[in-house]
């Protein structure tokens, strides 16, 4: 029944920037840990980012500086911002996040892909 739903991506320049989303469908959902990922054409997935259930984040060496996670105002959504971005951005970008119906844990959820691409 849940859903994670990602938003925000598009064509952006280089230098530009976006936020991505990622959110629980609904309020009774909240979304705790999040590692975000992302899959450029031809290669592999990595990990782009992560922020912890205590607001600790993580970050690939690549975007570090220019990339910040956090949750909204809302426990349902988290943020992706991405500043300063370079075409080597581009790619399909994942959030998996860790579930909870209230207090209970419901389990990971993959977001179904946001496509960012950076070129001029």
């Known amino acids: 029944q849940v859903q994670l739903v990602e938003s925000g991506g598009g064509l952006v320049q280089p230098g530009g920037s976006l936020r991505l989303s990622c959110a629980a469908s609904?309020?009774?959902?909240?979304?705790?840990?999040v590692t975000w990922y992302r899959q450029g054409p031809g290669k592999q997935r990595e990990m782009v980012a992560a922020?912890?259930?205590?607001?600790?984040?993580n970050y690939a060496d690549s975007v570090k500086g220019r990339f910040t996670t956090s949750r909204g105002n809302a426990k349902n959504t988290v943020y992706l911002q991405m500043n300063s971005l370079k075409p080597e951005d581009t790619a399909v970008y994942y959030c998996?996040?860790?579930?909870?119906?209230?207090?209970?844990?419901?389990?990971?959820?993959w977001g179904q892909g946001t496509q960012v691409t950076v070129s001029s």
């Open positions: 922020i912890s259930s205590g607001g600790s984040a």
């Open positions: 998996n996040a860790e579930i909870y119906f209230g207090s209970i844990w419901y389990g990971e959820h």
């Open positions: 609904g309020t009774i959902f909240s979304i705790n840990a």
